[in-house]
């Protein structure tokens, strides 16, 4: 009679690249995240990243603080880069901005509620 439980199996342990080379899985590469944040009450704040580098955020963010007619700032993230935050939930107004700039809707990912 062998006892086989006792044997020492390590689940986690590195097996190689058991799934293939999956190295783009959850990866959030090349779209533009447009999302929405809850602050206290009513308040709510939209946030934009993933822009493309050819396009100057600042000019960008003057241009929807005009178009939108609210305050927004540029916040610098250590994951995700550059990130725009505007107040209120400008979600739909700033993709439909970005299609007519040329930007492809297929890119723009909105989140929230």
């Given at each position: ?28 590469q090349n ?72 930007i492809p ?9």
């Amino acid at each position: 009679m062998s006892v086989q439980n006792l044997n020492t199996f390590d689940p986690f342990a590195d097996e190689g690249d058991v799934l293939g080379n999956t190295n783009d899985v959850g990866s959030q590469q090349n779209y533009i995240h447009i999302r929405i944040q809850q602050r206290n009450g009513r308040k709510t704040l939209t946030t934009l990243q993933g822009l493309p580098k050819e396009y100057d955020q600042k000019k960008l963010l003057k241009a929807f603080k005009k178009e939108f007619a609210c305050n927004g700032t540029l916040v610098e993230d250590e994951e995700m880069g550059q990130v725009i935050q505007l107040q209120g939930d400008q979600r739909l107004k700033i993709s439909n901005f970005l299609t007519e700039e040329g930007i492809p809707k297929a890119t723009i990912k909105v989140h929230g509620f």
